[in-house]
């Protein structure tokens, strides 16, 4: 018998949620089992092909190029057209009948058949990206189809099959068409002449018995060649629970229960042997010569394979814009660009080194028109320019091209590199020779698709498509969603995934290994010694695919058609679907194509808008500007791009800061790792004279202090990096740049640390305890790094967007409002122009315009007024005709006007309430009370109009009640939270505080704030959890979490996002946060608050707002702790609002925690062993008021003693 065999019928992860393994995995294998050969035919895409192609030139294996494409009747026949809908309706009368009708033939027009396909040559893997291309771009519905027609089309270079049971052939087989089964069958054939064979499988899945004699005896019939194919869905046979569990996640359904799975756990790549004894066993029909010429046929299919996938050179394909008649070449055309910038943007500098300008230009176009890219720079320049000429606001910068002369004199950047010390060899680095520059581009989100036109008007629809991307389950994902299947329940999750940290790479969040959470930690430690299963098997799925979107920036543009070059694939929803690239970035610059990001930020809108509101011009702007860095220092954060974060705030506390290289520094710092590693506040300290001690230990080497002068010492960029192993050490550039990378990485440190070392004793003349402190130091801080070209760029857009903030604040706020969707950004905008007394008025009908308006103001420079379409229920139709139909002299002539407009009864009322109609009646409860018959007075005949005879018979809103009334339908109106606050303070008698309060020292606390954002966690026992934001006007913010108990009972409160809440929090610490309690707060009227936990009788609210007044066990003192001293027990008391009764996890012993309440917060107490079986605590029921219990401390906890527990 053959040793040999090759798998031809192959799925791996890029068949997602269905094949298990990466091509490596699958290809190590082949090779073990001695195969020369494999095909790899994932569903309907050619997605995965570049990375088995590297797995195949890896092991020395052939590549089959393949592909099980979905085959339907006809590519065109998709939805049901308006007039099939009508017919359908007329033909059937019930509701019932129409549904099924609709369904029946959407799934006669959904049905496909399975067809595997392979490559033979070079033009059959052309037509084969022809083929998946088109069936993205054309064919799809549900699916992306191909249909006989197209596989005629280009069948030339193509071998077929007849698929699996689900195939072309086999499937009407199994539905007992013989017919329609034969009739393929021989059409096949026909297109695919001498290259057409019947698959035969070791799996006969129920249903499915008579399919394969039936196959067998047409291929003796027809002279067709059988084929013997696994359909391989992993690589070993361990991997068949995993792929069922993945089917189990993918159809959200448990392991005891699956919804679909496979017949049988046998689809693993098997060896020849092993094939021929599973034929045996599942066809015993078949004889040994029929299975060994199947098998053979494998071989002969290989053999006559010459398809190859062909890399090339990167940037082969790139497009470039025509150059001018009189230029001979590229290179010369991007010198003269450059010269023409040189005029505009070197030649007028004050004070400069034109040596070391010139140097520079000098030295970067020898480096880019060496490497050959003098187009690219030419092609980004193109975009660029276009842009600008339209006004679309770009960024200053973005990523290491700000670090480039040629880039700044071409105004692809607004940085000079020389004056900000950035680095042309970051950018392309002279260790990665033939690596291809990587401009990103900023432009504004609401513009971002013009540019994207724009390439394809300039290069051809064509040849210009975005590129793909491959989500995959990380650590955190693959364990939730494995122990989901498997039923464990999410609380036991949680803990071990909390585990599972970041690592931070450039602007990439990378998430930590799953593998290092189960090995290294206790909790997962025993996590995977109560679920070892669950365990192996997420272990097994991190990393695999689960689905694919498109990149978020990136847009190739080539001078070929794509779909001569790769496959094409299409994302998003019905028409909306676009093409991409289905290679991701890194193959499709194999491939010869070149990535261009085009990314868009909407904070560049706000920048624009800004300016033009108010005049500025660029000239204006100074980077150095005093009070520009006075309002970075006061933490005038809010709609700061990189500095509106809690984390930005918590490292600049107390921070001055005194230059523009001060903002660079923060922008680079505030990221997860710097932060955990503590290197922001060990700069700030340094900066602020306070860490003097610490400066004293560094490196003790001129060249390091100069490297980090403007740093405090700290290594905060990966350029000081690269300088000091030049400088210290000796390095070469190239050298230099492969250690950052290395230090960056934590890879292939041991290998640098002699050369570094020695190095440093050699050329810097350090002794060798101090080499190895700088070594050790340098991997400290080059793991945190950042590139210091974008930190500048990104700095700069920051500090303007602080100009126009410091110098035009209206203009900014008005700017940054109207492109804001968002109503919490929205209020905390507000919030903060109330504080640098910018007046914001709500929207007028007389004054507003269809977005937020600046106009003069009668109490200061300029106020702000609201835009209608802000208000609930006026959408910008309606609010740019009442803007354009003005101005109005009274409510009548408001009516007439907007006769035959969008202006509704709806309209009109949200107006009322929202105070808009202000300037011309000024009594709002008349107006928003008896809106509705007001409107139909108006629009009659008669235009009736109220008149108010008598003011004082109905009297209008207090400011406090306006307030509550109009943020109903206008949720920037200002003072509804001052209001109710008012009002739950005078109502219950606890201490309260907001989250703009000081909660330093507290160990929990009574807290009255507005829900801002609420999300839901499912777990894996069906119960939900939540992580809630409560907010305030000064700009204060709390999130906490809420454990299924504390959700269930405060659903009401977690619903009610953008109302009022009052909640008990505990503050155990950064990261932990929690809520026991929470209630809505209704403030229009009378307060109003929700009470839902527990039984009626056992009202929380009344015995929260109402304190009982007999307790001689003073409640106040319940929050502020216990003492240390655990030898002295203390007696407390106060209402009991939760009761949990649990089993320890380490002993298996029960023990209760009872959450009392006092005064001013709640403590968690703890009742171990004996003590619960106490009669106290046996009847204890939430509202129960404890008039005196005895409690110790013990470790971090408050533990119940041995003594009375008495209840008022």
Request: charged share 25%.
């Amino acid at each position: 018998m053959t040793a040999n065999f090759a798998h031809v019928h192959t799925h791996t992860h890029a068949s997602a949620y269905d094949g298990v393994g990466r091509h490596e995995e699958f290809v190590a294998k082949a090779k073990v089992m001695g195969h020369n050969a494999i095909a790899f035919t994932d569903h309907g895409s050619l997605r995965g092909l570049y990375e088995a192609h590297e797995a195949c030139t890896k092991h020395e294996i052939k590549l089959i190029p393949g592909l099980e494409a979905y085959l339907c009747d006809d590519i065109d026949r998709k939805g049901l057209t308006d007039e099939e809908r009508k017919q359908i309706k007329l033909d059937h009368s019930s509701p019932e009948d129409r549904k099924r009708a609709f369904a029946a033939e959407d799934a006669k027009r959904s049905d496909r058949d399975h067809i595997t396909l392979w490559a033979l040559s070079d033009l059959g893997l052309q037509n084969l990206f022809k083929l998946t291309s088109i069936s993205w771009t054309k064919g799809f519905y549900g699916k992306p189809r191909i249909d006989m027609k197209l596989l005629a089309e280009y069948a030339e270079g193509i071998a077929a099959s007849t698929g699996c049971v689900s195939g072309v052939v086999a499937k009407p087989l199994r539905d007992g068409n013989f017919v329609e089964a034969e009739r393929r069958l021989q059409r096949l054939s026909e297109i695919f002449s001498g290259r057409f064979y019947v698959e035969i499988m070791p799996h006969v899945p129920p249903g499915t018995e008579g399919v394969p004699d039936v196959l067998v005896r047409w291929a003796k019939q027809y002279s067709l060649p059988l084929i013997a194919t696994q359909d391989a869905h992993y690589p070993h046979i361990e991997d068949a629970l995993a792929q069922k569990v993945f089917l189990c996640v993918k159809t959200q359904s448990k392991l005891s229960a699956p919804k679909h799975v496979f017949d049988t756990p046998e689809y693993w790549l098997r060896s020849r042997e092993e094939m021929f004894r599973a034929f045996a066993q599942w066809l015993p029909q078949l004889d040994s010569p029929t299975i060994n010429a199947a098998l053979d046929n494998t071989l002969a299919l290989a053999d006559s394979c010459s398809a190859r996938l062909q890399p090339t050179k990167p940037g082969v394909y790139l497009a470039a814009p025509p150059l001018p008649p009189a230029e001979k070449s590229h290179e010369s055309w991007l010198k003269h660009q450059c010269q023409e910038g040189w005029k505009s943007r070197i030649k007028r500098k004050i004070g400069f080194s034109k040596s070391e300008y010139t140097d520079r230009l000098n030295h970067e176009l020898k480096t880019i028109c060496g490497r050959g890219f003098a187009k690219y720079f030419l092609m980004v320049e193109e975009v660029v320019s276009w842009a600008r000429g339209q006004g679309i606001m770009m960024s200053p910068g973005r990523g290491s091209a700000a670090g480039s002369l040629v880039s700044y004199l071409l105004g692809i950047t607004q940085l000079d590199p020389i004056e900000h010390g950035l680095s042309f060899d970051r950018f392309l680095s002279p260790a990665r020779v033939t690596k291809l520059p990587d401009i990103d581009l900023d432009f504004e989100a609401i513009r971002r698709e013009e540019v994207v036109s724009h390439l394809r008007e300039t290069y051809g629809e064509d040849r210009v498509s975005r590129i793909s991307t491959s989500n995959t389950l990380a650590g955190r994902r693959a364990l939730r969603d494995v122990a989901k299947v498997f039923g464990v329940l999410d609380s036991e999750v949680t803990p071990v995934a909390n585990m599972i940290v970041e690592a931070i790479e450039e602007e990439e969040k990378q998430e930590g290994s799953l593998r290092d959470a189960l090995a290294r930690t206790e909790v997962g430690k025993a996590f995977r010694a109560r679920h070892p299963e669950a365990c192996s098997v997420a272990l097994r799925l991190e990393g695999q695919i689960r689905d694919v979107g498109q990149h978020a920036a990136g847009v190739v543009a080539s001078s070929a058609p794509l779909s001569d070059l790769v496959p094409l694939e299409t994302r998003g929803q019905g028409k909306t679907r676009v093409p991409v690239v289905a290679f991701d970035w890194h193959a499709s610059e194999a491939m010869g194509l070149v990535k261009l990001d085009v990314l868009g930020l909407k904070t560049l809108t706000v920048l624009r808008e800004a300016m033009e509101r108010s005049g500025a011009s660029e000239g204006e702007f100074d980077r150095e500007d005093p009070s520009m860095l006075d309002g970075f220092s006061a933490q005038k954060f809010t709609g700061i791009f990189q500095f509106d974060t809690s984390s930005a705030r918590e490292l600049c506390r107390g921070f001055t800061f005194r230059r523009f290289s001060d903002v660079a520094a923060i922008a680079a710092l505030n990221r997860p790792g710097p932060a955990r590693a503590g290197f922001g506040r060990l700069f700030i300290e340094r900066a602020m004279g306070r860490a003097a001690s610490s400066a004293s230990k560094d490196p003790d080497h001129l060249a390091y202090r100069e490297i980090t002068s403007s740093t405090e010492g700290v290594v905060i960029y990966q350029e000081q990096v690269v300088e000091i192993a030049k400088r210290v050490a000796g390095y070469t550039p190239a050298e230099a740049d492969e250690f950052r990378y290395k230090m960056a990485k934590k890879i292939g440190l041991s290998d640098e640390f002699s050369k570094f070392t020695e190095g440093a004793k050699k050329c810097g003349g350090m002794a060798h305890e101090g080499a190895l402190e700088l070594f050790d130091l340098l991997s400290g801080f080059a793991q945190y790094a950042f590139n210091k070209s974008h930190a500048t760029a990104y700095a700069d857009l920051a500090a303007r967007l602080m100009w126009l903030k410091t110098h035009h604040s209206a203009h900014f706020f008005a700017a940054a409002l109207a492109s804001e969707d968002d109503p919490e950004a929205q209020r905390r905008l507000v919030g903060d122009a109330q504080r640098l007394a910018v007046p914001i008025v709500p929207p007028d009908v007389i004054a507003s315009q269809g977005r937020f308006a600046v106009r003069p103001s009668a109490v200061g420079d300029y106020e702000i007024v609201g835009a209608l379409d802000s208000i609930k229920w006026v959408g910008e139709v309606p609010a740019a005709q009442i803007a354009s139909l003005g101005p109005y002299s009274d409510l009548r002539d408001f009516a007439t006007r907007t006769q035959g407009s969008r202006v509704t009864a709806r309209v009109f009322a949200s107006l009322s309430q929202a105070t808009a109609f202000r300037s011309i009646f000024s009594h709002t409860r008349l107006l928003s009370a008896n809106s509705q018959i007001i409107w139909r007075g108006l629009r009659s005949k008669r235009r009736w109009m109220p008149v108010v005879t008598r003011p004082g018979a109905i009297g209008d809103f207090s400011s406090g009640e306006l307030a509550v009334v109009a943020e109903q339908v206008y949720p920037l109106f200002t003072g509804a939270f001052e209001e109710v606050e008012a009002k739950v303070r005078a109502t219950v008698r606890r201490v309260i505080i907001t989250p703009d309060e000081p909660r330093d020292g507290l160990l929990s606390a009574i807290v009255f704030g507005r829900v801002s954002a609420v999300k839901i966690f499912a777990g894996g026992d069906g119960s939900k959890s939540a992580r809630v934001s409560l907010t305030a006007p000064g700009g204060g913010e709390i999130v906490a979490r809420l454990d299924p108990e504390a959700l269930a009972a405060s659903m009401n409160a977690v619903g009610s996002t953008g109302g009022f809440a009052l909640a008990i929090v505990r503050l155990c610490g950064p990261g932990r946060t929690y809520i026991d309690m929470m209630w809505r707060v209704d403030g229009r009227s009378t307060l109003a608050v929700d009470a839902q936990f527990g039984a009626p009788a056992n009202n929380l609210f009344a015995k929260l707002a109402n304190p009982p007044s007999t307790s001689p066990a003073k409640l106040d003192e319940v929050w502020a702790g216990i003492p240390s001293d655990g030898s002295k027990p203390k007696a407390i008391g106060g209402v009991v609002i939760r009761l949990e009764r649990k089993m320890s996890k380490k002993s298996g012993s029960p023990y209760v925690r009872i959450m009392l309440l006092g005064r001013n917060g709640v403590l968690p107490i703890f009742a171990f062993r004996s003590r619960i079986n106490d009669e106290g605590v046996t009847g204890l029921v939430p509202g129960n008021t404890i008039e005196r219990m005895r409690v110790k401390k013990q470790g971090d906890m408050a533990v119940l003693c041995n003594g009375e527990l008495t209840l008022t």
